[in-house]
Structure formats: structure tokens, C-alpha cells
């Protein structure tokens, strides 16, 4: 059974850092594109970064580049993302997602199977 778990949001303030922990069982971890994807209350789901092991593709939505960092933990099956700079805006819910054979370019969230439940990031002004 394909299992994923994100973890690692809370409150923090402008300008501050978190990262995110997506931990995964029950497929090949290489196998397979891992995301992370947002969503604000009124807001439609966005893609955040994606980053696939058997390719090395990843993908950062344009906002995002230059402050979040997406890696990957092969030993333990465990993709993070580094966030920086964090600004009130980057407040959602996070979500990690998995898209079977996928390519981590292709960071678009209709194309992922599998989703773990969110953690809040909350960033203040």
C-alpha cells in the first residue's frame, strides 16, 4: 500500500525557514515522481517543486526558486523541502504526492496517484 506522510509545518515569520519531511512505504522509491504541492484557504492547489531519482528532473514553481530546496533520501524514502525566505503569502496547506513513473518536470497536480495528508505552514507578518 502507497503511503505518504508530510510533516514538518508550523508557524514561523516572515523571513524565517522550515522544512518538510514527505516520508513514503509501499512502493520503489525510484520508481516514481515525488511532490509537493500547496493550497490557501480560497486558493487552488499549486504546484510548490517535484524531483524524480531515476531521471534527476526537478522542477520549482517560479516563486519558489531561489528560496525552497527539494532533495531526496534514498536510504530512507524521504523527499524534504527546504524553505527560506518564507513570506506571509507562502501560507497553506502542504501536501506531498507521488505520480507513478513520473518525471519530476512534469510538476502538474492531476498527474499524481497517490497523496499524503497536509501540514499547515503558517507564516506571519
Known amino acids: 500500500e502507497v503511503q505518504l506522510q508530510a510533516s514538518g509545518g508550523g508557524l514561523v515569520q516572515a523571513g524565517g525557514s522550515l522544512r518538510l519531511s514527505c516520508a513514503t512505504s509501499g512502493f520503489i522509491f525510484d520508481d516514481y515522481a515525488i511532490g509537493w504541492f500547496r493550497q490557501a484557504p480560497g486558493k487552488e492547489r499549486e504546484a510548490v517543486s517535484c524531483?524524480?531519482?531515476?531521471?534527476?528532473?526537478?522542477y520549482y514553481a517560479e516563486s519558489m526558486k531561489g528560496r525552497f530546496t527539494i532533495s531526496s533520501d534514498k536510504a530512507k524514502s524521504t523527499v524534504y523541502l527546504t524553505m527560506n525566505s518564507l513570506k506571509p503569502e507562502d501560507t497553506a496547506d502542504y501536501y506531498c504526492?507521488?505520480?507513478?513513473?513520473?518525471?519530476?518536470?512534469?510538476?502538474?497536480?492531476?498527474?499524481?496517484?497517490?497523496w499524503g495528508q497536509g501540514t499547515l505552514v503558517t507564516v506571519s507578518s
Open positions: 524531483i524524480s531519482n531515476h531521471d534527476g528532473l526537478t
Open positions: 504526492a507521488a505520480q507513478t513513473l513520473g518525471s519530476g518536470d512534469q510538476c502538474y497536480a492531476p498527474l499524481y496517484d497517490y
